[in-house]
């Protein structure tokens, strides 16, 4: 169900004071925008915020960057993001939030900006097999993550999908990722720690396994 328009949504990303309206005038600059050179991690297609705030909250030692196509889909998620800082007693001074389209992402990061993770949680599986480079992990956006994933970075990738995750498992053997840990069932498998997204709590109500892996860039 697509999500109806939100017409504060655009006003109040632009008050805001961690959402970057220009993500490509950052380009190579993005570790300068926190106070420290701590870990950055970033989130393709942050959704309705539920797992940035989480993240940055139990991560305030790491600097988290989330980002989502659409303006009205990044204002229900600035909402969230300060409710949960605001309830924690916090300022939210470890993440930002940006619009950006990922299929055009080396736009806006490149090799200098040294990301450790990239999170892609529950992506649009495109099926159609003449859709599917649209992919969040199809090797055309595969190429693109290389080349600002630091050496030993990683991808942590979670799906309800079976035909999604099995093809992104090929597809990170292909680019040259490592698959250092993998599991079809991620609640039955004991990995900690593990935020529990929206998508992921109704896909695990509907009795369907969530499959995870995560798939590192090799060193040298």
């Not at 050179?37 to 139990?58: M, Q, R, T, W, Y």
């Not at 980002?67 to 409710?83: C, N, Q, S």
């Not at 599917?132 to 970075?153: A, N």
């Not at 935020?195 to 992921?200: D, K, M």
């Amino acid at each position: 169900m697509r999500m109806r328009n939100k017409p504060w949504a655009r006003p109040e990303l632009e008050a805001c004071p961690y959402f970057i309206k220009d993500p490509r005038a950052l380009r190579g600059h993005w570790r300068e925008q926190f106070s420290s050179d701590a870990p950055f991690h970033v989130e393709l297609g942050c959704g309705k915020g539920g797992f940035a705030a989480a993240a940055a909250l139990s991560e305030p030692q790491v600097h988290f960057l989330a980002m989502d196509l659409e303006y009205k889909m990044l204002g229900v998620a600035r909402r969230k993001i300060a409710r949960a800082f605001e309830e924690a007693g916090r300022e939210p001074d470890n993440l930002l939030l940006t619009a950006c389209n990922i299929e055009q992402i080396e736009t806006m990061l490149s090799p200098e900006d040294r990301v450790d993770r990239l999170y892609i949680n529950f992506c649009n599986p495109w099926p159609r097999k003449k859709h599917q480079k649209h992919r969040l992990t199809h090797p055309r956006q595969l190429v693109q993550y290389r080349t600002f994933l630091r050496e030993g970075g990683e991808i942590r990738f979670k799906t309800d999908d079976d035909g999604l995750f099995e093809d992104s498992i090929g597809y990170f053997e292909e680019c040259g990722f490592a698959v250092t840990y993998l599991t079809r069932d991620l609640h039955a498998s004991g990995f900690a720690p593990n935020i529990v997204t929206e998508h992921e709590q109704m896909f695990s109500d509907e009795g369907i396994p969530i499959k995870f892996l995560i798939a590192q860039k090799p060193t040298g």
